[in-house]
């Protein structure tokens, strides 16, 4: 009769394991079902678990297409031409920029107010029109001014 050697242990003579000896410890996978992701990869987007892409607080519509949230920003930050730069209008957003920090000291901020103006101005139009006559005028229509 053969003798079955005593399971390995470690540095203090305590016993250690050498795989799975329960059912719970061992990787059970049901047909068509993929296995698990390795230990330290992240599982593919759409798997259980998965991390989901960043929701906008705003909605799901696009920067440009939002007009709540740059009716507000054209309100608040329209003098230096924030909203037109979200909206991709890179020329009006760089003439507004230039005239109210450059022509602004120059004029004693009377043209830095004609550009907070017009910022006030755009901001109530985007704020007033439907989503729908917003996005035709000033996405599809690519509408620059007012």
Same mark, same amino acid.
């Given at each position: 009769m053969s003798q079955v050697p005593p399971p390995p242990s470690d540095p203090l003579g305590q016993p250690t394991s050498t795989g799975p000896t329960t059912p719970a410890a061992q990787s059970y996978n @049901? #047909?068509? +079902? #993929?296995? #698990? *992701? @390795?230990? %330290?990869?992240p599982p593919a987007y759409g798997q259980p678990g998965a991390p989901q892409p960043a929701s906008n607080p705003f909605g799901n519509a696009p920067a /440009?297409? /939002?007009? +709540?949230? !740059? %009716? =507000? =920003? @054209? =309100?608040?930050?329209g003098w230096l031409g $924030?909203?037109?730069f979200m909206m991709?209008?890179? +020329? *009006?957003?760089? &003439? !507004? !920029?230039? $005239?109210? $920090? =450059? %022509?602004?000291?120059f004029t004693c901020g009377l043209l830095a107010g004609a550009t907070? &103006?017009?910022g006030i101005v755009e901001g109530i139009i985007y704020l007033t029109k439907t989503d729908e006559q917003f996005r035709q005028e000033y996405v599809v229509g690519r509408k620059q001014w007012f």
């Open positions: @049901a #047909p068509g +079902v #993929p296995p #698990p *992701p @390795a230990y %330290g990869q /440009n297409e /939002n007009r +709540v949230m !740059l %009716g =507000i =920003i @054209a =309100i608040l930050l $924030v909203h037109k991709g209008h890179t +020329v *009006p957003g760089v &003439i !507004l !920029l230039l $005239v109210s $920090v =450059i %022509g602004g000291p907070s &103006i017009i």
